[in-house]
């Protein structure tokens, strides 16, 4: 079924498709966009790319490069950013910005998903919440489903300053730390930690979101990345647990759509402005021309503001683990311990992870 449809990469300042700019995947360039609250550069790879545009690299140098080669990372959204401050004043003055817990990356959806999530979702929910980012918070089986978590713990690396450029890497190249003497000040009075995983487990605590704030006029950069889910083939696979995406993706099934989207959300969680909105969007091949311009019935896809998320997204809730009952068959307690022997036997550092607990585990304890 996936060879039925071509997969493109857009981003804009809301979630219309009309105010997007394509993304050359893969390619080192940066699509700008800008509001009054923010401006973004922004870069996306993907590895074994097959989407639009046409004649797009297939592959970036930056999945040749550490950690991204060891971790066989599959799509990197790598962005930098300065936050504007909406007095609109000259300064913003010292520690004036958007706070640590404020400042939200993630995924929403404008309908239900419920009745098509995959077997076992809610074991990889739980997976996820345990080894990857136990930050995340929101409701998948909400009316407007979202999957938010503060970008200070989700993200993989955190740069304060506009990191480097760097074509043999593939472009914006984001390592954790700090771009001049200033910076590097500013994180440590912070109290940040300088190794990515450890700030990452750091920024969990409450305290770690309050001191830090992403103040106005401060340029910063971010890479999020991971093996998991991999858009050449439209699969999920996340330890102990893997799925093909395609039937459930945007929680449709796929005959009744000629597009489906996935879109990845800057926004701040108090306010509920919007920075940044990147769409992973599929298309039927028939419905994109030769020069991969999209035709008339596939570009009206997504541009109406019927579109914009419903306020219930506003509502902050915990992940509901609801019980798999369209999956008689799925043994989820399996795909757990199959789970925990694969993640005790990852090296972090040079020093194996104790048995049940992941790599960013809140230090009080394991993640249930």
Known sequence: MADKYVLRVTAGPTYDLATHKEVPVNAPDLVRVSTDHMDVDVTVRIRNYKGLPRNSPAVSPYFTHEPHAANNDQYSIAFRFTPKDPAKTKTAGAGAGISGADLQFGNDFDHPIRDRLPPGFSYAMKIVKWWIDPGLDGDPYADNPYLFGPALSSCNTIHVGPA????????????????????????????????????????????????????????????????????SEFALRLPGYAVPIMKYWDGQGLRKKRSHQLRYVLRNRTTKDVYLVILFTLYLKEDVNEDGTLKPEAARAY?????????????????TPEEDAKAPDFDGEAAMEEARKHLAEVELGGKKEEEGKGAAAVADGDID
């Open 164 to 231: 480097v450029f760097d074509d043999e890497k593939g472009g914006l190249w984001v390592e954790e730390g700090a771009s001049d003497a200033d910076a590097k000040g500013w994180r440590q009075d912070v109290g940040a930690p300088s190794d990515p995983k450890a700030r990452m487990k750091w920024a969990l605590q409450e305290q770690s979101k309050e001191d830090w704030v992403w103040e106005y006029g401060r340029t910063y950069a971010v890479d999020f990345f991971n093996a998991y889910i991999d858009f």
């Open 303 to 319: 541009t109406s503001e019927a579109h914009t998320p419903a306020a219930s997204i506003e509502r902050e809730a915990a992940i």
